[in-house]
C-alpha cells in the first residue's frame, strides 16, 4: 500500500509503497477513503512536538471501508468506519468509569498498535502508526475499537473529519463541560476544532459564544457557525472584551490552540465559577505561570480535555449522520 511517510522531524513526508501486514485478532484493515488534516500532525512533522518515533505515517483522523477483518472481529467487511486515534479496551478502570478516552491501553505518542508493535514495514523495518490509526495511507491495519461503524449514507470525506476535530471540540462544550443552555462561553483560536467548539456551543444553546482569534477572516467563519460575537485579540484585550460582553466574565472558556498566551488569558476571563477548558498542546514542555488566589477565591476550574472527552462508539456516529443530513 501507499503512504505518506515522514522520516525525520522537520524534512517534508515522502509517499512510499510499505509493506501492511493483515490484520491480528481484534484488528482489522480499512480502506481509506478520506482523511483530516490535523494541526496535531503538522506539531508531530515540524518538530514542534518532540519524541515522535520515525519513520511514521501521521493522520489522526479519517473514514473508510472495512476489507479484511482479524479474529474475534464483530465489523464486517464493507462496512464503513470512522477512525479513532483513542483504543479502548472496555475492560480498564477508565473504561469502565465511562471514561473511555483515558483508556490504560493507548499507547500515546509511542506510533503503536495496543498490543505494542507495527503492522506497516518499509524493507524490514518498522514504520510507525501515528496516532493508533495512520490514515494518511491507502489502507491501514487498526485495533478494532478504533473503527467506528457508521451509516453508509454518511460522505466519508465529512465523516473523516467527525474522527478528531468535530469529536474533540464539539465533546469539549457537550461532554468535558457539559455547558448548559444559556451559559457564556469564549473560544480562543476558532482554527479547525475551535470552529467545532463554536458550533457545540451553538448546538447547546450557549450565549453569548464569543470567538477571539487574531485572524478577521477567522472571526468571520466563527460568525458563520454560530459565534454571536468575534474579538481581534491582536487589536483588543480580549480579557477586557469578555469582560464587556459577559459582565461577569465567561462561564466558560476553550483555548483550541496551543498557545500559552491563550491559556492565561482564557483563565483570566473566567467568570466567578467558570471552567477554563484547554484543548490545544503547546510544544513540548510548555509552562503557564498560574495566578492562584482567583482560582481558590472564586472557585475557578482549570481542566484538559483529550479527543472531547469521546465515548467513541456512541458518540462518532451521534455526531455523524444527524449533524451532516440537516
Ligand atoms: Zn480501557
Not at 146 to 166: E, F, H, Q, T
Request: aromatic letters at 4%; proline letters at 6%.
Amino acid at each position: 500500500m501507499k503512504a505518506s511517510v515522514l522520516f525525520e522531524q522537520g524534512k517534508p513526508l515522502a509517499v512510499e509503497e510499505l509493506e501492511l501486514e493483515a490484520p491480528r485478532p481484534g484488528e482489522v484493515l480499512v480502506r481509506m477513503a478520506a482523511s483530516g488534516v490535523c494541526h496535531s500532525c503538522l506539531h508531530a512533522a515540524d518538530g514542534s512536538w518532540t519524541g515522535v518515533p520515525v519513520p511514521i505515517v501521521l493522520g489522526d483522523e479519517g473514514a473508510g471501508v472495512v476489507e479484511q477483518v482479524g479474529a474475534g472481529v464483530e465489523l464486517r467487511v464493507g462496512d464503513h468506519v470512522i477512525l479513532s486515534w483513542a483504543p479502548t479496551c472496555g475492560r480498564c478502570h477508565y473504561c469502565v468509569i465511562g471514561r473511555p478516552n483515558l483508556c490504560e491501553r493507548r499507547q500515546p505518542g509511542r506510533g503503536v498498535l495496543p498490543d505494542g508493535s507495527t503492522r506497516m514495514s518499509l524493507k524490514g523495518r518498522p514504520v510507525y502508526h501515528y496516532g493508533h490509526v495512520a490514515t494518511y495511507a491507502s489502507r491501514t491495519v487498526v485495533h478494532e475499537s478504533c473503527a467506528i461503524p457508521v451509516d453508509k449514507n454518511v460522505p466519508l470525506d465529512r465523516a473523516a473529519l467527525i474522527g478528531c476535530s468535530v469529536m474533540t471540540g464539539v465533546g469539549a462544550v457537550i461532554n468535558t463541560a457539559a455547558v448548559p443552555a444559556g451559559a457564556s462561553m469564549a473560544v480562543f483560536g476558532v482554527g479547525g476544532v475551535g470552529l467545532n467548539v463554536i458550533q457545540g456551543g451553538a448546538m447547546v444553546a450557549a450565549h453569548p459564544v464569543i470567538a477571539v482569534d487574531v485572524v478577521a477572516a477567522k472571526l468571520e467563519h466563527a460568525r458563520a457557525l454560530g459565534a454571536t460575537h468575534g474579538v481581534d485579540a491582536s487589536r483588543e484585550d480580549p480579557v477586557a472584551a469578555i469582560r464587556r460582553l459577559t459582565r461577569l466574565g465567561a462561564d466558560y472558556t476553550f483555548v483550541a490552540v496551543g498557545n500559552t498566551r491563550a491559556v492565561a488569558q482564557a483563565c483570566e476571563a473566567l467568570a466567578p465559577g467558570g471552567t477554563c477548558v484547554l484543548i490545544g498542546v503547546p510544544e513540548t514542555g510548555a509552562t503557564v505561570p498560574l495566578d492562584v488566589r482567583p482560582i481558590v477565591t472564586a472557585e475557578r476550574v482549570v481542566r484538559g480535555c483529550s479527543y472531547g472527552s469521546a465515548r467513541t462508539r456512541e458518540d462518532l456516529p451521534r455526531l455523524g449522520p444527524r449533524q451532516l443530513s440537516a
